[in-house]
């Protein structure tokens, strides 16, 4: 059943594998930045160093946009991939009716 289903995926198969790899990294990049906070906190903030501040804010803004845009991307890839999945399975149950 599930090797029927797999053979509709045909052209679709490179955004159904981006999909849950895109979804890891933001996932990944979502971890980071709590821990990325805490660096803040503890080594700037409470030490009073203004250059670590500024770099560790830095990388959180790139981590942001860096989990904004693999969020996107994501979101994009398995729409294309559902939709053409089901494009795919209502052609092939077509043909067979």
Do not use: C, H, W
Request: proline share 3%.
């Amino acid at each position: 059943m599930i090797k029927k289903l797999l053979s509709s995926v045909r052209e679709y198969k490179k955004d159904t594998i981006l999909s849950p790899v895109y979804v890891t990294f933001e996932s990944i990049l979502e971890i980071i930045i709590p821990t990325l906070m805490a660096f803040l906190i503890d080594n700037g903030i409470n030490q009073k160093n203004m250059p670590y501040v500024l770099q560790i804010g830095l990388a959180l803004v790139a981590a942001a946009a860096l989990s904004l845009l693999t969020g996107v991307l994501a979101g994009r890839s398995a729409a294309v991939a559902s939709a053409g999945f089901a494009k795919n399975l209502r052609r092939d149950m077509f043909y067979r009716v």
